[in-house]
């Protein structure tokens, strides 16, 4: 099935860095939305866009709609070790409707 | 409150045993999706349930894959003849519409192991 072009595949980490990720698609969304999951959970929803352009922030995580609304980004500053984890990106596009995701960006700690 | 449970959270099948895996959606949460997550992939979208209504199936791999949601609460999804390329986890998601929205909140998942 189809599934977002996410980047990158994994990073590691040192507390207090600040992350970046991003997700592209070759087609239009109308909602774009950054899940978390960790091992043995369901994703959880982090942060949801609704308006091409829209920059959204949920503590130290901010998320922007592309203009274009075939892509999206994630940052996440001051990293810290619960942080780690797999974030996926998923698109939709009506107001309702299934979730096309990503791979997923794993981050992991830097030993 | 009460999120997205499912059971069973594990289940090992031998190659050619009928599966059913259950899912409670959040009460009140008119939608219910299913999603099949592969190791190291994204969820990829399976069945759509509005109500009782199931709205769209073009994701389910084969005919071997039935869901139902028959009094539009409670949803199974039934794996008949399983075989190895089935393993996965299978996560159900609800969502209930807020201002016009709907975002959906995923639970645990059942992890399916074909043997």
């Known amino acids: 099935g189809q599934q977002l072009n996410q980047s990158p595949q994994s990073m590691f980490i040192q507390e207090g860095e600040d992350v970046s990720m991003n997700c592209t698609s070759s087609s239009i969304f109308n909602t774009w939305l950054w899940y978390k999951q960790d091992p043995g959970e369901g994703p959880v929803l982090l942060i949801a866009l609704y308006k091409a352009g829209e920059l959204t922030s949920n503590g130290r995580l901010t998320a922007q709609f592309g203009i274009t609304r075939k892509d999206s980004f994630l940052n996440i500053s001051a990293s810290i070790p619960s942080d780690v984890g797999i974030y996926f990106c998923a698109g939709r596009r009506g107001s309702q409707g299934n979730l096309i995701f990503g791979k997923g960006t794993k981050l992991s700690v830097k030993p | 409150g009460a999120g997205v449970s499912q059971s069973p959270r594990y289940k090992v099948a031998k190659r050619g045993q009928d599966v059913a895996l259950r899912c409670d959606p959040i009460?009140?949460?008119?939608?219910l999706f299913w999603y099949q997550q592969a190791l190291g992939q994204g969820p990829e979208f399976l069945t759509y349930f509005q109500n009782e209504a199931q709205l769209d199936k073009s994701g389910l791999p084969s005919d071997r894959f039935f869901a139902e949601r028959p009094e539009g609460s409670v949803s199974t999804l039934k794996i008949q003849r399983t075989q190895q390329e089935d393993s996965a986890v299978y996560l159900c998601?609800?969502?209930?519409?807020?201002?016009?929205?709907?975002?959906?909140?995923f639970g645990p998942g059942t992890r399916l192991t074909v043997t």
């Open positions: 009460s009140g949460h008119v939608s």
């Open positions: 998601a609800s969502s209930l519409r807020r201002e016009g929205i709907y975002e959906q909140y």
